[in-house]
């Protein structure tokens, strides 16, 4: 039995007595840890996972919490007379789980079962509508004209050759290309991030072009889209990971000496060309540290440093 792809979510959940009792003991993380788990065993074969050490590291990392308190919360969610979840013999999974899925996996079986005796009538069918060929010989007229199959089939062979040689120069366009942001073109790396994701999401191109507008705030904001796009792939997330402090561009220092010798950056203009004479001063590098060493800033990463109440030189 496979996984699903969702599971119903009571309007009254909170007021679930182990929900309240995990909320008691962890806070609004127990809660979010409680439906974490549920999608986790959600997708998974049989709606159940393997428990052991391993497995809470992992699952501790793709929550984004310390590994010694979420074992903490297994074993309080475990216990028989909280039971939002059960481990039995290395297995973890949850009953209420099982019984709300039951119904969908009995409406797949259903569905199956008409496909199959569908396709089954659908052969018989064609079987019994099969003509006899009887073994009576039919007279063949012969063409007044006969064409030369010989000059015939090596014209064929040089059509097919030559689209063959076109398919092998021309290769297909991806039917997802989505235009990348400047502002995102420039972080080392976010290529191969991207292109990692997309091949896990397969993104429609709305979905994709969402998603780069999403990712270039999470930029502005000082978040590392490669972090971002990474954990997502690695917890196999539907949707982008929520950003969280430790995907946020380290902080850096930078000596008194190097700001009195650096004072201007260059900037691409719209218009064509380059300004050189940017000060510094009149940029807030606060939400994105990464961009303070580089020499030459496009017009849109420009945009996103000019503070709007700032004086600056152009």
Known sequence: MTGAEWFKHDADMSADEKVIYLESQFGLVGYALFNKMLEVLSRATDNRIQWNEFQCGVYARKFGCERAMFQSFIEEATRPEVAAFLLHDGWLFSNGLIKRLAPMYEKRA???????????????????EDVTVTSDLVPVTQPAHVPNDTATNEQSRE?????????????????????????????KGFAHEWEKWENARKP?????????????????????????????VEADFRALARPTDDMKFPARAFSPSNQQQRHYVAVEMPQGGVNPTIRLDSLDFSRAEHLRDKALLTYQEYQLLRKENAPHST
Do not use: C, W
């Open 110 to 128: 259903r569905n199956a079962e008409k496909v199959r005796k569908y396709r089954q009538s659908k052969k018989n069918r064609l079987h019994d």
């Open 159 to 187: 059509e097919y050759s030559k689209g063959e040689e076109s398919r092998k120069t021309l290769p297909p366009t991806p039917a997802n290309t989505v235009e990348m942001p400047e502002a995102l073109k420039t972080l």
């Open 204 to 232: 429609s191109v709305s979905a994709a072009r969402s998603q780069l507008e999403t990712l270039l705030e999470h930029l502005a904001n000082g978040y590392d889209p490669r972090k971002i796009l990474k954990f997502s």
